[in-house]
């Protein structure tokens, strides 16, 4: 999951996005801390003097925790139910309904938070 943003200047582009990955690891929601260490920056050049920044996580997870998920339900893949523990006594189920996530948009507000301190407008694609 990525957050990618173009400026025309190398060094206001690369500052910005040293800012984007810092504020994104101080938003991020830790439980074990692997998505917050997994927060990069990449910079590629485009089209010439155009400059083009990406922020964001490999860690699989990442798009369900920005973005929330939906209602949905939990089948087993490769046995014939679901096992886990509720308090304290394991419990078998064929399939459960998951009420799904609430988003915590880390990469949004950063990218949002650091636009507005530079004075950068934020346009989609």
């Not at 973005?67 to 087993?76: F, S």
């Amino acid at each position: 999951m990525n957050r990618t943003f173009s400026a025309t200047s190398r060094r206001e582009g690369d500052a910005a996005a040293r800012q984007v990955v810092a504020r994104a690891k101080v938003l991020a929601p830790v439980d074990t801390g692997r998505l917050r260490a997994s927060i990069r920056l990449e910079r590629r050049s485009v089209f010439g003097l155009r400059q083009r920044w990406t922020v964001g996580s490999d860690v699989e997870y990442a798009p369900m925790v920005n973005d929330g998920t939906r209602p949905h339900k939990i089948r087993p893949r490769t046995k014939k139910a679901l096992r886990f523990k509720v308090g304290g006594k394991v419990v078998f189920a064929r399939v459960v309904s998951h009420p799904g996530t609430r988003a915590r948009p880390f990469l949004d507000r950063a990218l949002r938070d650091v636009a507005r301190s530079r004075g950068y407008s934020i346009t989609q694609r």
